[in-house]
């Protein structure tokens, strides 16, 4: 087991060939990395009497992942975990994943109607190098322009936000 303790780090500039040291310098680079994940999630409904085509939903979902993950990336973000969406109702649900905005998004498309007239949309975003609140304004940024582009009424229902980051890290 190894001790951590807090006048180790005292003689840090001492000590660059010690395994230890090494050890204790790559423990907090592979925390710093894990704090610096930014993570968002909405939930949205869309309600749509008149109906609106799957083929027009798909090319919509691809478009938002895009617009979403290139948004992130320009406000600093340096690398995507993951931008998921799941569009869903009683017929079935499209499933999207995309990771690089150069690319199209991923979606698996199981919903069986061809015109839907209510859905709920979740979009889960974890990217690295900025904080929650950057993530959360690069996907608003697009959010709404993108649904008006496509034609798409909809209804933010949950904005899952954490206002404050709180990392706590335990050692055995």
Same mark, same amino acid.
């Given at each position: 087991?190894? &001790? !951590? $303790? @807090? +006048? #180790? /780090? =005292? &003689? !840090? $500039? @001492? +000590? #660059? /060939? =010690? ?154």
């Amino acid at each position: 087991m190894h &001790d !951590h $303790d @807090d +006048d #180790h /780090d =005292d &003689d !840090h $500039d @001492d +000590d #660059h /060939d =010690d395994h230890e040291s090494e050890h204790d310098r790559l423990h907090l680079e592979i925390h710093r990395a894990v704090d610096e994940l930014g993570k968002y999630a909405i939930d949205i409904n869309v309600d749509a009497p008149e109906g609106i085509k799957k083929e027009i939903v798909l090319r919509f979902i691809d478009d938002l992942m895009t617009s979403v993950t290139k948004s992130c990336m320009d406000n600093g973000a340096d690398l995507v975990g993951h931008v998921k969406s799941f569009f869903s109702n009683e017929d079935g649900n499209i499933m999207s994943s995309i990771v690089d905005h150069r690319k199209p998004a991923k979606i698996k498309d199981s919903m069986e109607s061809d015109i839907i007239y209510k859905a709920r949309f979740m979009l889960h975003i974890i990217v690295h190098g900025i904080w929650d609140d950057h993530v959360r304004e690069s996907a608003l940024d697009v959010l709404d322009d993108t649904f008006r582009k496509w034609n798409i009424p909809y209804k933010v229902t949950a904005d899952h936000y954490d206002v404050e980051k709180s990392i706590a890290h335990h050692m055995g």
